[in-house]
């Protein structure tokens, strides 16, 4: 059974960037494909990026990420990421790794009810 632990979370200035990590333990996450959400303060949790199994070097991004986040995962450290650049105060939330043993179409890569397993999350502030 596959069970994700997220870290890197804290508090950091507008336009500072942190590394979240979901590390995977009891199965292969290279087998999975994996995902990251949000939950911000007064919202339903959203998909904000997606790595499908056999996804190779592409990767997917909800607009509001999308050229400042870049989703990873290190197949020997059995570990996903999120790597957060300029970071905002709207970008304050839980965040939430997820993995699924299948490939998800496209249309439904950063949905929830593609998922399997979770994370507990970790919180993410932007404040000066």
């Known amino acids: 059974q596959l069970s994700l632990v997220e870290s890197g979370g804290g508090l950091v200035q507008p336009g500072g960037s942190l590394r979240l990590s979901c590390t995977a333990s009891g199965a292969t996450l290279a087998t999975y494909s994996i995902a990251w959400f949000r939950q911000v303060p007064g919202k339903e949790r959203e998909g904000i990026s997606c790595k499908r199994i056999s996804d190779g070097i592409n990767a997917y991004y909800d607009r509001s990420v999308k050229g400042r986040f870049t989703i990873s995962r290190d197949t020997a450290a059995n570990t996903g990421y999120l790597q957060m650049n300029s970071l905002q105060p709207e970008d304050t939330g839980i965040y939430y790794c997820?993995?699924?043993?299948?490939?998800?179409?496209?249309?439904?890569?950063?949905?929830?009810?593609?998922?399997?397993?979770w994370g507990q999350g970790t919180q993410v502030t932007v404040s000066s």
């Open positions: 997820a993995a699924v043993a299948k490939r998800p179409i496209l249309s439904e890569c950063m949905m929830e009810r593609q998922y399997v397993h």
